[in-house]
């Protein structure tokens, strides 16, 4: 099966950078899901605008 | 999915290898390929076989052959398996039925082997495509298993 790797694969003889496409073998597929190849990297979490800390209360 | 019904469409039939188990990938541009077993036999005839020929199986052994269009960029075509040749790498292979998509079909079933590249041939006429075939003999086992 096509599968679009996510990350650099460098082994079993292959060397792929991220972002290939390869037609494997079912069997491979799954090793590959299993080592998180096939995984997107997780979005950045970024801080939405105007967002601020609260300041920290301090007792009087 | 469920085992494929009906006559199989030849193209749908793929072959996958590599120097790892469970690390193979699609040969590109094959146009034909094929997995042969044989079983050679022991003459147990006698003077009782009723003037008849008696046999037992002996050794059995298998072979997968498979040819198609040279392309230099292509995945698992000539120039790697040139390079597996001259290296006598033992090559894994599933031979297998992808249907209409790229996947193996889960529910039919498949050859799970492995062997050696014994003939390697590159044919380039005039004004025609560039082929190549190749055969490889079987060791060990002939896996035939349901495609999970």
Redesign the interface.
Known sequence: ??VKLEKPYK????NWPAGKV????????A?LKDGGYLDKPAPKVTKPKGETKPKPTTEE | MAQTTGIINASSIRV?L???D?????VDHVTECSISLNTDIRDITTKTSGGWREILPALKSASLSLSGLFAEDA?NNFNQLVDHQIAGALLYV?F?N?GT????N?GDEQFDVSGYITSLEQTAGTEDNVTFSMTLEITGAVVREV??
Request: aromatic share 8%; glycine share 8%.
């Open positions: 099966m096509k082994a079993d003889g292959w390869v037609n494997v073998s079912n069997k491979f597929a090793k | 996958f590599g120097t790892t469970d690390s193979e990938v699609v995945t599933v297998t992808t998509g790229d996947a193996a889960s495609i999970a």
